[in-house]
Structures are given as C-alpha cells and as structure tokens.
C-alpha cells in the first residue's frame, strides 16, 4: 500500500526558516514525482512544484520559483519542501502527492494527509 | 501557464440529481487532465484521470469527458456523500495547474 505522511503541524514567526516533510513508503521511491500543493486557508488548490528522487531534477511553478525550495533523500524515502525566510502568507495547509505519468497521465494518485503551517508573530 | 476555469463555481443539488461540472482549459492540454474531490478538512481525492479513466474505488455515478480544451465532470445521481469540492488539474505542460474549485452543496 502507498503511503505518504507528512510531518507535524508548525507555528513559525516571520522570517524564520521552515522544512516539512513527506515520507514515503509502498512503492519506489527513486521512480515517480512527488509533488507539493498549496492550500491557503478557505482557497482552492495551487500547485508548487515536483521533485525526481531519482536524480532531485527538480520543477517549479514560477509562482514558487525562489521562495521554496524542493529536495529527497533517497536513503529514508523522504521529500522536503524548505522555506529560508516564511512570511505571513505561507500560512497554509501544504500536500504532497505522487505524481504518476505513464498510466495515470500525469495525475496526483497518492496524496499526504497535509501539514499545517502557521506564521504568526 | 495554462489557465483552467470552471464552472459553476458552485452548484446546489439534492440527493439524485444529476450534476455537470466544466473545466475549460487557455490552450490544447490533450487528454492530460484529471479531476479530485475534497472534502472539508481532508486531502483530495483523485477520481479521474486521462479526462475519462475511473481511479480504481470510485463509484461509476462519476465519469469524466472531453479533450483539448473543454472537459467535463459529472455526477449521475448525486448521493450525500459527494457534497464536496472538486477540481480538475492539467497534466500537459509545466508548470502544472488547478481550476479553481466547484463547490457541490446540498439543496
């Protein structure tokens, strides 16, 4: 069975630095994308980008591109999504999901239950 | 980037109904776009794929249409537990995007 968790809820103060993470499990890790999308509170969905465990080849929305940062460690199947300086308005709630390209097209197929983040001073 | 607009951004339904959800698309995405439900307080949910393949589990009252640009989710017989929102995602070109959101609520 494919599992992502993704780690703890986080209240974080502006300007402060910030990585989540999503464990995987279930399948190869090194072979799919795993993505990261944002929800801002009572928002819809917006998608951040994707990274290739296999090689960290990495995808940004252009929305994204600078503010996060996506990496993986292959050797505990974890992806991270790394904030440096956080700003009120990466409150959010953060997913991360496998994206799967051949027979699902492109599609999220597996998705972490999400990580709450809160900046606040 | 690719721009997909639904519609209606939301729609009233009672158990039954039968309920259409459009997903328009700037530019050509093929058949590369997929739809998720979301329910309040939960991660989506994957239901479509391809525009028309049936995720493994989902009930056959969900089916998917469309190519190029216009798409098409709909609902058959509407039941309590699908009053969620729903969003379709193109899967074509990067950077990846989502519609905005249909909200499906109980009339």
């Known amino acids: 069975e494919v599992q992502l968790v993704q780690s703890g809820g986080e209240v974080k103060k502006p300007g402060e630095s910030l990585q989540i993470s999503c464990k995987a499990s279930?399948?190869?890790?090194?072979?799919?994308?795993i993505g990261w999308v944002r929800q801002m509170p009572g928002k819809g969905l917006e998608w951040m980008g994707i990274?290739?465990?296999?090689?960290?080849?990495?995808k940004y929305s252009p929305s994204f591109q600078g503010q996060v940062t996506l990496s993986a460690d292959r050797s505990i199947n974890t992806a991270y999504l790394q904030w440096s300086s956080l700003k009120a308005s990466d409150t959010a709630m953060y997913y991360c999901?496998?994206?799967?390209?051949?027979?699902?097209?492109?599609?999220?197929?597996?998705w972490g239950q999400g990580t709450l983040v809160t900046v606040s001073s | 980037d690719i721009q997909l607009t639904q519609s209606p951004s939301s729609v009233s339904a009672s158990v039954g109904d039968r309920v259409t959800i459009t997903c328009r698309a700037s530019?050509?995405?093929?058949?590369?776009l997929a739809w998720y439900q979301q329910k309040p307080g939960k991660a989506p949910k994957l239901l479509i794929y391809?525009?028309?393949s049936l995720q493994r589990g989902v009930p056959l009252r969900f089916s998917g249409s469309g190519s190029g640009t216009d798409f098409t989710l709909t609902i058959s017989s509407v039941q309590p537990e699908d009053f969620a929102t729903y969003y379709c995602?193109?899967?074509?070109?990067?950077?990846?995007?989502f519609g905005q959101g249909t909200k499906v609520e109980i009339k």
């Open positions: 279930g399948y190869s890790f090194t072979s799919y994308w």
């Open positions: 530019q050509g995405v093929r058949s590369w």
């Open positions: 999901a496998r994206h799967v390209s051949d027979i699902y097209m492109g599609a999220l197929v597996d």
């Open positions: 990274i290739y465990p296999g090689d960290s080849n990495t």
């Open positions: 995602q193109q899967a074509n070109s990067f950077p990846r995007t």
């Open positions: 391809g525009a028309s």
